[in-house]
């Protein structure tokens, strides 16, 4: 499963957690040393080309415009590619996000 953003969702930890309680409890336990609030409800992931409710962010600018309104599977396959949504995504302070839009550049031959 390949989200908008090149993200791999069956390597994503909060993806797995919404498949295994016991990953949850544990990423959960992992989360609470910087934010004592985290609960193993919040692992409810699905991907993002699932349901709205089951999302990890259901506020994502790169998921409503490449699923939502360009009814596309992932970016690498948009012509505005890569767009302002894009670049701010894989310029943020996540090494994982860089790769996933590295995977995105891959795709399209990039």
Do not use: Y
Request: charged share 35%.
């Amino acid at each position: 499963m390949l989200a908008p953003c090149g993200l791999t969702c069956t390597e994503c930890e909060i993806f797995e957690a919404a498949q295994d309680p016991k990953k949850a409890e544990e990423l959960t336990i992992e989360w609470q040393k910087f934010d004592k609030n985290a609960k193993p409800e919040w692992f409810k992931c699905r991907g993002c080309h699932g349901e709205d409710e089951l999302v990890w962010d259901g506020g994502c600018d790169i998921r409503e415009c490449c699923i939502k309104i360009k009814k596309l599977d992932n970016c690498s396959l948009c012509d505005d590619f890569p767009c302002e949504h894009i670049l701010n995504f894989e310029n943020d302070e996540h090494d994982h996000h860089t790769a996933a839009i590295a995977n995105l550049r891959k795709m399209r031959g990039e």
